[in-house]
């Protein structure tokens, strides 16, 4: 899932979304609640109207954000509180008001609110965080399935209702994951998402965490893996039985001239592609590829010119999409043969 | 023709641009000059080739920038010192490297060197300059005659040659533009520009000054007024004879939420549009004005979101070439019909 934080992946008009394949965009609760607005959304007929977008749409619950974008924040069973940081204006946010603001977003998946354990943690901080976390997952169920039907955006999308997904946490102890896990899905919900990772530990524990939740979580219901990761993690991952990721990765490096193409990552700040002729990626379809060259490339981003942003991220969202796509691919062919499903790209 | 100073017209794809029916850019020579670069340019096969655009291109002579944007510009007969306004390092433009410059940059219709001469002018700086703009007029087709076979960028764009522009200039006097587009005909250039206009002077006097050098310049060859305008003045110039004409104004005033449409201008970062859900112009059919509504336009822009400023342009951009297209459409009617063969649109 791109990262569509305000409404929008930076700098990528919608229809040229649609034409790289993106099936569902991932938007931030607390970004959106701040600007434009919860009920601004809602009045103009929830974000698939408001943004023009007619796929799927996932909302986080705004705790990620909350946890690290704000500074004074209070955090007390019933919820949080945060100063915007926009304008230092106080907010508070509750699994019942983050259930609200999603409703009113009227994405077609909503998070239950989460606390986002801090990393490193003693293991009695992790169990005090995940024991938060998994009262607040039954207050954003209960709230949810009280006002699930006053979704707004029924009409637009045509598709059926809101899914509110779990979020499971208990920071890097496998014990507590597993028990944050088990009673996760005690509590019930139609997908599962492992939260609290890439919060700055060790990639290799990253990964430990991944799979020993994996093992407890149903495999006939979606697994979404939050904030992950690179393209070699993407198909690291699925091959674990990640169903779905979101990350800034790919559109946030392309901001900062980081290419991502199947000869490797290029810098493309660099002074050695200021004469290259050659396209980014001899390897990729996209309109990027197929049009320009490296050497303009790096005379828009030495230049500051805003076209560098919007074709850095086309590119690398293709880039990150054909990945994807030849994941999918590799798990269709492997239900037929049996044979290991996803294999990595090959590395330069 | 819009702008695409640095070799992009700013935060717009090519593709689109070619969508959008963009039949003839402009690029400026300075900045160019300054990045990539004009050897660099020349080595990637010309504008046309680096910029992936195979379409017209014309290059100004660097002149107007230099006048505008450096400080510490000396003016001697041989040319003009400058300094950069990017990192203070010193340049040099005469008539023979501005020529080589673009020959080099390999633009379609090239510029001659000319002095911009600054308002408000006694009339004896006015002839001086007039004058000086004069002999470098002929060092510039010298030149240009001499070196026109070095273009670099036949092969790629398959047309035949460069076209050097002659610029009138003489302040605003009536008689000195009347001689210096007499003695600038008397050089003999394929097309005529006038330049000197929208520096600081006010509009009916612009409109004075264009209308009277009109009568002295050939209607068999292009009338280019450059630097110049707003929707209805390009209306208005292209009745008065004006054949071609170039301006930031579209692209510049999009980058500040400034919007024109069919019902006059609209500033798109104003609280009342902030729940509007219809589209920016209901007249026009662009990609942005089919798909966004204002609401969205208007977030986007609050929010400081790239995606304002990609979306601002294309819309600007259609308008104005909606705008040409009528023009042409009514002069093409007013030829069979004999009619005044423009109309301005209709105001709101």
Redesign the interface.
């Given at each position: 899932m791109p990262v569509g934080t305000?409404?929008?992946?930076?700098?990528?008009?919608?229809?040229i979304l649609e034409e790289l394949g993106v099936q569902i965009l991932l938007g931030n609760t607390y970004h959106l609640y701040l600007?434009?607005g919860v009920e601004?959304v809602r009045?103009?007929?929830g974000l698939h109207r408001?943004?023009?977008w007619p796929r799927a749409i996932l909302t986080d619950s705004g705790g990620f954000q909350v946890f690290s974008l704000t500074d004074l924040r209070k955090v007390t069973e019933e919820g949080v509180t945060f100063r915007s940081h926009l304008d230092g204006s106080t907010h508070f946010f509750s699994p019942e008001s983050a259930m609200d603001a999603q409703i009113g977003l009227g994405a077609d998946i909503i998070m239950a609110f989460d606390e986002c354990t801090e990393y490193p943690a003693d293991r009695e901080r992790m169990r005090a965080s995940m024991e938060l976390t998994l009262r607040w997952a039954e207050r954003s169920k209960k709230h949810f399935e009280e006002h699930k039907n006053e979704v707004p955006w029924r009409n637009y999308v045509g598709t059926a209702a809101q899914s509110l997904f779990g979020i499971v946490q208990g920071g890097m102890d496998r014990q507590l994951r597993k028990e944050s896990a088990e009673r996760t899905i005690e509590i019930g919900f139609p997908g599962y998402a492992i939260g609290g990772l890439s919060v700055g530990e060790p990639r290799p524990l990253t990964r430990e965490v991944v799979e020993s939740t994996l093992e407890h979580l149903p495999t006939d219901k979606p697994r979404y893996l939050m904030g992950v990761g690179t393209p070699e993690e993407i198909v690291e991952y699925a091959n674990l039985g990640i169903d779905m990721m979101d990350c800034v990765l790919p559109t946030r490096a392309a901001r900062h001239g980081l290419l991502f193409t199947s000869e490797g990552k290029i810098s493309i700040k660099q002074a050695r592609h200021?004469?290259d002729?050659a396209p980014l990626d001899p390897n990729c379809g996209c309109?990027v590829c197929q049009?320009?060259?490296r050497?303009?490339l790096r005379?828009?981003y030495?230049?500051n010119?805003?076209?560098a942003?919007?074709?850095n991220t086309v590119h690398n969202l293709s880039f990150y999409l054909d990945t994807m796509r030849a994941v999918r691919h590799s798990i269709s062919l492997g239900k037929e043969t049996g044979s290991p499903c996803v294999q990595s790209r090959p590395k330069p």
């Amino acid at each position: 899932m791109p990262v569509g934080t305000l409404a929008s992946v930076k700098g990528v008009p919608q229809d040229i979304l649609e034409e790289l394949g993106v099936q569902i965009l991932l938007g931030n609760t607390y970004h959106l609640y701040l600007r434009p607005g919860v009920e601004q959304v809602r009045k103009l007929g929830g974000l698939h109207r408001f943004m023009a977008w007619p796929r799927a749409i996932l909302t986080d619950s705004g705790g990620f954000q909350v946890f690290s974008l704000t500074d004074l924040r209070k955090v007390t069973e019933e919820g949080v509180t945060f100063r915007s940081h926009l304008d230092g204006s106080t907010h508070f946010f509750s699994p019942e008001s983050a259930m609200d603001a999603q409703i009113g977003l009227g994405a077609d998946i909503i998070m239950a609110f989460d606390e986002c354990t801090e990393y490193p943690a003693d293991r009695e901080r992790m169990r005090a965080s995940m024991e938060l976390t998994l009262r607040w997952a039954e207050r954003s169920k209960k709230h949810f399935e009280e006002h699930k039907n006053e979704v707004p955006w029924r009409n637009y999308v045509g598709t059926a209702a809101q899914s509110l997904f779990g979020i499971v946490q208990g920071g890097m102890d496998r014990q507590l994951r597993k028990e944050s896990a088990e009673r996760t899905i005690e509590i019930g919900f139609p997908g599962y998402a492992i939260g609290g990772l890439s919060v700055g530990e060790p990639r290799p524990l990253t990964r430990e965490v991944v799979e020993s939740t994996l093992e407890h979580l149903p495999t006939d219901k979606p697994r979404y893996l939050m904030g992950v990761g690179t393209p070699e993690e993407i198909v690291e991952y699925a091959n674990l039985g990640i169903d779905m990721m979101d990350c800034v990765l790919p559109t946030r490096a392309a901001r900062h001239g980081l290419l991502f193409t199947s000869e490797g990552k290029i810098s493309i700040k660099q002074a050695r592609h200021a004469g290259d002729e050659a396209p980014l990626d001899p390897n990729c379809g996209c309109r990027v590829c197929q049009r320009y060259s490296r050497a303009y490339l790096r005379h828009l981003y030495a230049s500051n010119e805003v076209l560098a942003q919007v074709l850095n991220t086309v590119h690398n969202l293709s880039f990150y999409l054909d990945t994807m796509r030849a994941v999918r691919h590799s798990i269709s062919l492997g239900k037929e043969t049996g044979s290991p499903c996803v294999q990595s790209r090959p590395k330069p």
